[in-house]
């Protein structure tokens, strides 16, 4: 029998977890409660593997906007799974303006980007200008995945520094960047906090999460206390 997307919907309220959908619910602040069904993150994987490859699927990919949180987060492992770069990238672009949380905007992480980088980077480019906040976060969040070691270049930096945004939620992404190419490019991430090129908030959590991370030395961190802004 083909799963159509009525029956994709009742699998997920099969799955239903109605005390994790309360628990849930707390940290999803931008997200209606009666939206929440309680479906937990492994079911929702397995279930992205299972049926990834269905008609249903690719039709349910195409029946936006959803109307609850657990699709989205569906729809997000689903796209995941897709191997071919050019049609992610397509079904990315008709799904992004409807993600409405940071949940589904992080752990939206298609495996095909791996092997795509030079590819990839025009679209990281033109999501981190967008006006959509997760379309915006969800660029950060991509540059910060694929982006260093031999795929890094300095001006990635100030990419994501020259960003000036309200939203919280992209706020703390340059906050999480920052930290991982303090991590990854310290020499080339320093004069960036040294010059507090970023707002106080953004600039003081950066720290926060550099300090607590056990990629950096203990010297480093020692330094960085230094630089918080008061």
């Known amino acids: 029998m083909t799963i159509d997307r009525i029956d994709i919907t009742a699998q997920l309220f099969a799955l239903q977890d109605k ?25 929702l994987r397995k279930m992205a593997k299972q049926i990834c490859k269905t008609p249903a699927a690719q039709e349910f990919l195409h029946s936006l ?5 657990d699709e989205n987060q569906l729809h997000a492992f689903i796209l995941s799974e897709e191997k071919d770069f050019n ?23 298609p495996r095909c980007f791996k092997k795509h980088t030079t590819e990839l980077l025009p679209y990281v480019r033109k999501w981190m200008r967008s006006k959509h906040t997760y379309t915006k976060r969800f660029g950060i969040c991509t540059l910060m995945r ?27 992404m340059q906050a999480w960047f920052f930290a991982t190419a303090l991590a990854k490019q310290w020499d080339a991430t320093l004069p960036y906090i040294q010059q507090q090129r970023m707002e106080k908030e953004t600039h003081n959590k950066t720290i926060q999460k550099a300090v607590e991370s056990f990629r950096i030395a203990d010297e480093q961190k020692a330094l960085l206390k230094t630089l918080r802004v008061k």
Not at 29 to 36: G, I, L, Y
Not at 88 to 109: G, H, K, M, R
């Open 19 to 43: 005390a994790y959908a309360d628990f849930q619910s707390k940290l999803l602040p931008t997200v209606k409660r009666e939206t929440v069904i309680g479906v937990r993150t492994p079911n």
């Open 65 to 69: 906007p959803h109307r609850y949180f």
């Open 146 to 172: 694929y982006f260093w070691d031999e795929a890094f270049r300095p001006e990635y930096l100030e990419w994501v520094a020259s960003i000036k945004s309200d939203e919280y939620y992209i706020r703390m």
């Open 87 to 109: 049609i992610c990238i397509a079904n990315l672009e008709q799904f992004l303006p409807y993600v409405d949380n940071w949940a589904t905007c992080d752990q939206l992480s």
